[in-house]
C-alpha cells in the first residue's frame, strides 16, 4: 500500500523567509509520480509540479523549487522569498504505474503555510 | 485555459435525501474521477471513471454511491440517502493519457 506523510502540520513564516515543505512517501511500485497540489482559502486544488520516479532531477520553478530523492523517498518543496500569497495548503500526493491507477493519488495530510507581511 | 467545472458550489441537503453533484470535465478529457475532502483532513481518492465504466473504487464508494456520465459532457456523482458524514467537499477531476489531473473548484457538501 502507498502512503504520503507530511510531518508538519503547520508553518508560519514572515515574507521574505525561505521555507521548506516535507514530503515523504512509501510504494512498493518501481514506477510512480510525484505531485504537488496548492489549496488556497478558496479551496480549490491547484497543480504545481509532478515528477516520476525515473527523473530525480532537481527542478525550480520561478521561486519554487522541488527536492526529489529516491534513496529518502522524499519530494521536498522550496519556496524561496516568501509572499503572503503562498499562503495556502499545500499537498503531496503519490500515484502508483501507469493506465487507470495514474490518476488515483493518495494524499499526504497537507502542510498549512501562513507567510505574515 | 480549459477548467473542470463543478456545479453547485454549496449544496446543503437534509439526512436521507438524495443529491447529485455535477462536473463538466474538460472536453477532451478520458479519465474521470470523483475526490472528497472532509473539513480540515487530506484529500482522498473515490473513483476513477474512464470509458463508460467504473476503473477503481475506494472503500469509502459504497453502495449507496453511484457515478454516471450521462451524455458526452456531464459526469454525476450521486448519493442516494446521505448520511451526516458525507458532509465534505467532493472534488471532481480529469485528465487526458498521463497529463496531470485537473481538478474542479469542488462542491461543498453539508448534511444536516
Known amino acids: 500500500a502507498q502512503k504520503v506523510t507530511q510531518a508538519q502540520t503547520e508553518i508560519s513564516v514572515v515574507e521574505k523567509e525561505d521555507v521548506t515543505l516535507d514530503c515523504v512517501y512509501e510504494?512498493?511500485?518501481?514506477?510512480?509520480?510525484l505531485f504537488w497540489y496548492k489549496q488556497p482559502p478558496s479551496g480549490e486544488l491547484v497543480f504545481l509540479i509532478r515528477r516520476n520516479s525515473f527523473d530525480e532531477q532537481n527542478e525550480i520553478s520561478g521561486r519554487y523549487s522541488w527536492n526529489f530523492q529516491k534513496s529518502t523517498s522524499s519530494f521536498n518543496f522550496t519556496i524561496t522569498a516568501s509572499q503572503v500569497v503562498d499562503s495556502a495548503v499545500y499537498f503531496c500526493?503519490?500515484?502508483?504505474?501507469?493506465?487507470?491507477?495514474?490518476?488515483?493519488?493518495?494524499f499526504g495530510q497537507g502542510t498549512i503555510l501562513t507567510v505574515h507581511p | 485555459e480549459p477548467e473542470v467545472t463543478q456545479t453547485p458550489s454549496h449544496q446543503v441537503t437534509q439526512m436521507g435525501q438524495e443529491v447529485i453533484l455535477r462536473c463538466v470535465p474538460i472536453s477532451n478529457h478520458l479519465y474521470f474521477y470523483w475526490y472528497r475532502q472532509i473539513l480540515g483532513q487530506k484529500v482522498e481518492f473515490l473513483v476513477s471513471f474512464y470509458n463508460n465504466e467504473i476503473s477503481e473504487k475506494s472503500e469509502i464508494f459504497d453502495d449507496q454511491f453511484s457515478v454516471e456520465r450521462p451524455d458526452g459532457s456531464n459526469f454525476t456523482l450521486k448519493i442516494r440517502s446521505t448520511k451526516l458524514e458525507d458532509s465534505a467537499m467532493y472534488f471532481c477531476a480529469s485528465r487526458a493519457g498521463t497529463s496531470p489531473l485537473h481538478f474542479g473548484n469542488g462542491t461543498r457538501l453539508t448534511v444536516t
Open positions: 510504494t512498493r511500485d518501481t514506477t510512480y509520480y
Open positions: 500526493a503519490l500515484s502508483e504505474g501507469g493506465g487507470t491507477s495514474y490518476g488515483k493519488l493518495t
